[in-house]
């Protein structure tokens, strides 16, 4: 999460960083723009939470820190998404460098639909995480926020990557991705 204020528009903003999103280039953008002025940015692992990762349900803590230094105010949140499949082949080979296509689907097949998507956001799973769940309130439903996608993102030959049984697994798991964000889904491999 990374918390700023712009001079021009005289309004905060909030970005929420979803793991896998070009999260690591839009806080640089940001950075960069000299009518920015970077009011806190998160980064590393604290209490299980990958800070870089915070979803907005979770963002009160990280507010109320700055409401003590008379810095709370309204702000805008903004986030980034990308296509889903994509998405979750990037997670995966990021964190198993030393991983085959195989092992990616025998992942989709065997350990992902078993991953516990609560509000706990470990750190140990946080990359998989649908991105609904990062832009939602407890309700689960969308908050107001300006969502864009990544520009030119890496895509993947997913005939390369899925097959029949993992497509219908990823499309339970993120179907609320598909639809929220929308994206199209497929139903068996193109």
């Not at 990037?90 to 097949?109: E, G, L, Q, R």
């Amino acid at each position: 999460m990374l918390i700023w204020y712009n001079i021009k528009s005289k309004e905060r903003y909030i970005f929420i960083h979803i793991p896998k999103n070009g999260g690591k280039y839009i806080r640089k953008r940001i950075n960069k723009n000299k009518q920015n002025k970077i009011i806190i940015g998160f980064w590393g692992i604290k209490d299980n939470i990958d800070l870089a990762h915070i979803p907005y349900i979770k963002r009160q803590k990280y507010i109320k820190k700055l409401s003590k230094k008379g810095l709370y105010e309204k702000y805008n949140y903004i986030t980034y998404s990308r296509y889903p499949y994509d998405r979750l082949i990037s997670a995966f080979f990021y964190k198993n460098k030393d991983k085959t296509i195989d092992d990616f689907k025998d992942f989709c097949n065997n350990e992902l639909i078993n991953i516990n998507f609560n509000n706990e956001y470990s750190y140990k799973n946080i990359h998989y995480y649908p991105q609904y769940l990062f832009i939602c309130n407890k309700n689960r439903e969308l908050i107001n926020i300006n969502i864009k996608r990544i520009e030119d993102p890496k895509k993947y030959n997913l005939k390369k990557y899925y097959d029949n049984e993992t497509i219908r697994k990823v499309n339970e798991i993120y179907s609320r991705d598909f639809e929220l964000l929308n994206y199209k889904k497929y139903n068996a491999i193109i």
